[in-house]
């Protein structure tokens, strides 16, 4: 077939810049995670560390209220650090 006998393209149109996505950047390799392991293995280490020390509070008394407080906020740090979804950093 030759070129003269097809029929001319309209040229391409670029969409507009408000509704073009644009590229993905990415910093690290395939694959890797930009928040890091380090946040996460300190919330873990913090999470047991406040269960614990709830736990030591919940046994008097009188700090009871104390200790729940703290044992239930150590047990919502073990649940982020462990399933919690990676986010990204702007």
Known sequence: ????????????????????????????????????????????????????AGIGLGVSVVLLPVGIVVGLAGVGLLFWGLFAPAFKRS
């Open 1 to 52: 077939m030759n070129d003269n006998d097809s029929p001319p393209r309209a040229p391409e149109e670029k969409p507009h810049p408000k509704f073009a996505m644009p590229a993905p950047r990415r910093k690290g390799g395939e694959g890797e995670r930009e928040d890091g392991l380090a946040p996460r293995v300190l919330a873990v280490l913090l999470g047991i560390a406040c269960i614990i």
